[in-house]
């Protein structure tokens, strides 16, 4: 991409478009096309198209979407599933017409079969059966990749796909009723803090085990792939390195400096046993992740505890 390209970043004030956003800047990119909820709904196929014309992105990053943990995959399912399909089908088709040269579609780990070989390789997709507490997502996501590699085979798109796993870092989503595992706990540890309370309950028995990317990471590979990948093969953004959520949870209780006890809630789902990524794909293109867990745990609670407070 060329520094004075034409940039949209759908989403970018999610946890990794704000990421894709400040790395674009950081290297020197200043014709960002940002739009809030307000100013373009994403599930209004006109509006999309109609932005588009107006617009004329040259380069599209699509971080939108509707995310959550188990909680919220399992309260709202149906939105899950409709959302995010309107939101890549809207996007993407709006991409082909208006001759966007390159797309960069953002999906989840999320799309693996549940009991998938472990470090999921991508060639892993569509082999087995999904994790059903979030299904609906993943289905949704799986048809955004599908689309991309359909819309670049009939009609020559450069559109590609990247798997993130588990995502962490400032600007995260710490509702306790619909976040994602990491800041939950960074939000309950927090308060148990802060309230003096004695004890922290966690969902599940801790024994999953889990990969965990910070945003900022993610993001300098999504501009790295964007300048240096062509390809209709999905590509996945990890570390490779594993952790169970017990210890993610010892972790936190010491960066958090909570003196309780953790109580295990055995009668809540675990979701998905382990699932960890296998980078050795974006390993071979020569990128690397460069952010410790510890120290972007400690980075991400810090602001948290500065700017985030409930």
């Known amino acids: 991409m060329n520094k004075d390209a034409k940039i ?34 994403l599930l209004d196929q006109k509006s999309v198209g109609v932005f588009f014309e107006k617009e004329q992105p040259e380069y599209v990053f699509v971080a939108a979407a509707k995310v959550g ?7 709202y399912p149906a939105d899950f599933i ?46 087995g059966a999904l994790e059903p507490t ?21 009609y020559g798109t450069n559109f590609i796909s990247v798997m993130p796993t588990n995502v962490y870092g400032p600007h995260d989503n710490f509702d306790l009723q619909d976040s994602h595992v990491l800041p939950a706990l960074i939000r309950k540890f927090h308060d148990a803090k802060t309230q003096n309370r004695h004890e922290v309950v966690l969902w599940g028995t801790g ?16 501009l790295f792939l964007m300048d240096k990948y062509n390809d209709s093969g999905i590509v996945n953004i990890g570390t490779g390195i594993g952790i169970s959520i017990r210890e993610l949870a010892d972790m936190l209780k010491s960066i958090s400096g909570f003196a309780g006890e953790i109580v295990w809630d055995t009668t809540k789902p675990d979701g998905t046993p382990k699932k960890l990524l296998d980078v050795q794909k974006l390993h071979s293109l020569g990128w690397k992740h460069s952010i410790d867990l510890e120290k972007g745990l400690r980075e991400t609670y810090a602001w948290y505890d500065a700017y985030a407070k409930p």
């Open 8 to 41: 949209y970043i759908a989403g970018h004030r999610g946890l990794v478009g704000s990421a894709i956003v400040r790395a674009l800047q950081k290297q020197g990119y200043s014709n960002l096309i940002l739009k809030t909820h307000a100013e373009l709904d």
């Open 69 to 75: 943990g188990i909680m919220a995959n399992s309260t």
């Open 82 to 127: 409709y959302q995010n399909i309107l939101i890549e089908a809207n996007v993407i088709q709006a991409a082909y017409l208006h001759k966007v040269k390159k797309l960069l579609f953002l999906g989840t780990s999320c799309i693996y079969p549940r009991l998938a070989p472990q470090p999921t390789k991508e060639e892993h997709l569509l082999t």
């Open 134 to 154: 979030n299904e609906p997502y993943a289905v949704a996501k799986i048809a955004g990749i599908i689309m991309c590699q359909s819309y670049n085979r009939q």
């Open 207 to 222: 024994n999953p085990e889990r990969e965990f990317l910070h945003t900022d990471d993610l993001a300098d590979a999504c």
